[in-house]
């Protein structure tokens, strides 16, 4: 065979190496390699089949619509994280490496468990209408834009996945997917619940450190780190962190709560004049023994 009829024939076909093992036993993994018909307008998630429908039916991988819309066949394609049916084989040079996502517990083969991700969704507080949104809701069109961008989430979960939080260290953090949940409620035009304090606490924000990583990755464009992320972030911060905020929504506006934040005031100020010449005095001596 001539130098060219050998090129044209290895261009013919599409080269695969898959991981496969069952669960977490070391024994049963391995990589397999494959060479699968090169057709056009093919897609990776083609060339799996092929293995399963003329090599090996064990192999398992998860699939649905076939059209990105689903979001089912999330894998790792040469150590990106990438739905298989929107990665032409073309678009990759050499052969090509599917593993499972490595951020989720591994089944079997290309198959993860991703079910924490429905404990997390109960987590997060539901909509609520606000105290006063009676009758029929009025609001502007760039109110309801400003939601409507995270509600194209088909829940791949591949920015879970890619994000190092998630996938590496033992942080109670939601991940980037529920974060983009927990904007769409706050800022949905109608919805009257902060927040920020599930967000700050249970939801882990603050371990978040904007790498933008699940923004480049999402399949459906979702700008995840700068139109939910960091208006997430914002809002934590002016309701936790901000003195000049925190000293307004403690003005008080009734006699009684005046009278509620004076005695307040009344009760440290009694705690600091008892403790403080425990504490001072003693600092005195030491600071004089120390500097003459």
Not at 143 to 158: A, G, H, P, Q
Request: charged share 25%.
């Amino acid at each position: 065979m001539s130098r060219q009829a050998a090129t044209e024939a290895k261009e013919a076909t599409v080269k695969l190496r898959i991981l496969r093992g069952i669960g977490d036993d070391p024994a049963t993994t391995r990589y397999d390699s494959f060479e699968v018909p090169r057709q056009d307008g093919m897609v990776v998630l083609n060339a799996v089949h092929y293995v399963q429908a003329h090599f090996d039916p064990s192999l398992s991988a998860r699939l649905n619509c076939k059209a990105g819309r689903c979001g089912s066949c999330s894998a790792e394609i040469n150590g990106r994280p990438r739905l298989m049916c929107k990665t032409p084989v073309d678009s990759i040079e050499g052969e090509i490496t599917v593993e499972p996502m490595k951020a989720f517990p591994r089944l079997r083969d290309l198959v993860t468990d991703v079910s924490d991700n429905w404990k997390v969704a109960k987590m997060i507080p539901p909509f609520t209408p606000k105290a006063n949104s009676e009758g029929v809701w009025r609001f502007y069109q760039r109110d309801v834009d400003r939601s409507r961008e995270f509600r194209k989430c088909i829940e791949c979960f591949l920015c879970q996945d890619v994000c190092h939080v998630v996938r590496e260290h033992e942080a109670e953090y939601i991940g980037p997917r529920w974060v983009v949940k927990a904007a769409s409620l706050d800022m949905h035009p109608m919805d009257g619940l902060n927040r920020s304090k599930f967000m700050k606490d249970a939801g882990g924000l603050g371990y978040c450190n904007i790498t933008k990583c699940c923004q480049e990755i999402c399949p459906e464009h979702i700008v995840i780190t700068d139109d939910a992320i960091i208006p997430e972030k914002e809002r934590v911060v002016d309701t936790h962190y901000d003195p000049l905020l925190w000293v307004i929504r403690h003005v008080p506006r009734t006699q009684d709560q005046l009278e509620v934040e004076v005695k307040k005031v009344l009760k440290v100020a009694f705690w600091v004049a008892i403790l403080a010449p425990w504490v001072l005095v003693p600092a005195y001596y030491l600071f004089r023994g120390i500097f003459g």
